[in-house]
């Protein structure tokens, strides 16, 4: 998209300060905020009577279980890296499935060899073209758990699916709109050696890459 | 359900309890557990209620609230307090999460005005803080269909071409009802910088949880 005017990235402001602009837009509107002063105090003024409406939002009693699950899962005093293992949304759907999976708890991938362990290892993700855009890494030592990295400029992320020796096809992550989360790790409810390939697909559900696993 | 709750001092209290929002934040992106279990303490019924209005299924609303504060813990260092307070910034994660939610289904077609009980006659947590009656005010003064088209994007995150398909109305004036809603709760916010929680944290005396 173009660059945008002052008068372009006003009638935008509102929008954007509620997080309801479109992708393309938004990131048009952000690079002239950059560098325009005035612009910026108008989307900070509008961000903050944004923050009202959902500060306006009623409050609620916790159900006592709730509050326990959450004081149990806050992580230890070490590392940000070692928070405990967020479970998948139960109702990761299909078609345009845009539902994050934030799953932080990979380790250090110390990997055997894939002579001890097929399926076990880093595969490039590569595009039709033949560029590597990422890679995926599947370790087997603890639990079963695969590692999507993908480069930073890819857009319309979609989904993850993993395809398996015998065709079927299980989605294992999805990207949220405008979250630009490009490396994430998940429990692998598969078993590595009867994974044939890991692809990625964008939100038009077009294959952006693939991942051979042998 | 084992009690998994981190010791607390003589008194009952975590010292970070005393602290305000944005000292208590920094605290937490030192990943530093009492912070952390005092940041529950202080925001879970804020985050809670704002999952179970924009979801408005109560097991949807547990798992949204628990994501919710996961990206707290992991992006609390990149909290700005320059750019808005604790509360607002928590409140558009915790959006932003319910929103991600939903996406699987369509929600039913719920009048988002209810979400602010703006007509209830509830007694309770609808009666909040001054800075919720302002935004009230302001929302009941605005057309129905300008209040509403601003808190579909506003809670639902609906972009203007979305919402113009919703409300059967024309993108130009789903655009312009955005705009004008959200400069009059600008308008009338005033010099006030509360973040409706009262800043200051009221660290509740043993309540038996």
Known sequence: MNELTCEEVRERAAELALDALPGDQRAAVLAHLDSCVSCRALVDDLSMAADRLLLALPESDVPPALTAQLHHDVPPAATAEAMPTRRRWAWLGAAAALIAIIVVGVTAIGLPSEDDHPGVGSFALVTPAGATIGDVAIENSDEPWIHVTVDDDIPRLGQCVLVMEDGTRHEIGAWPVDDKYKEWGAPLDQSPERVHRAELIDTTGATIATAMID | ?209
């Open chain 2, 1 to 209: 359900m084992a009690a998994t709750r981190r010791a607390r001092d003589a008194s009952g209290q975590s010292h970070f309890g005393a602290l305000s929002d944005e000292a208590l934040m920094t605290a937490v992106a030192t990943s530093e557990p009492e912070a952390l279990h005092s940041f529950i303490d202080r925001f879970e019924r804020k985050v809670y209620g704002a999952a179970v209005a924009i979801v408005r299924d109560r097991a949807l609303a547990d798992e949204v609230t628990q994501d919710a504060f996961m990206r707290v813990w992991r992006h609390a260092a990149a909290f700005d307090p320059r750019r808005g307070s604790v509360g607002g910034w928590l409140m558009r994660i915790t959006r932003n999460v319910a929103v991600d939610a939903l996406r699987v289904r369509r929600p039913d077609a719920v009048d988002p005005l209810q979400l602010l009980q703006l007509h209830d006659n509830q007694p309770g947590p609808a009666r909040a803080a001054t800075a919720n009656a302002e935004v009230r005010e302001v929302l009941t003064s605005l057309p129905r269909d300008q209040a509403r088209v601003l808190l579909l994007a506003a809670f639902y995150g609906y972009t203007a071409a979305e919402i113009a398909e919703i409300e059967h109305i024309p993108l130009g004036t789903a655009k312009t009802r955005i705009r004008l809603g959200l400069g009059k709760i600008r308008d009338a916010g005033g010099q006030t910088s509360t973040d409706g929680l009262g800043g200051r944290g009221t660290q509740r005396h043993g309540d038996g949880r």
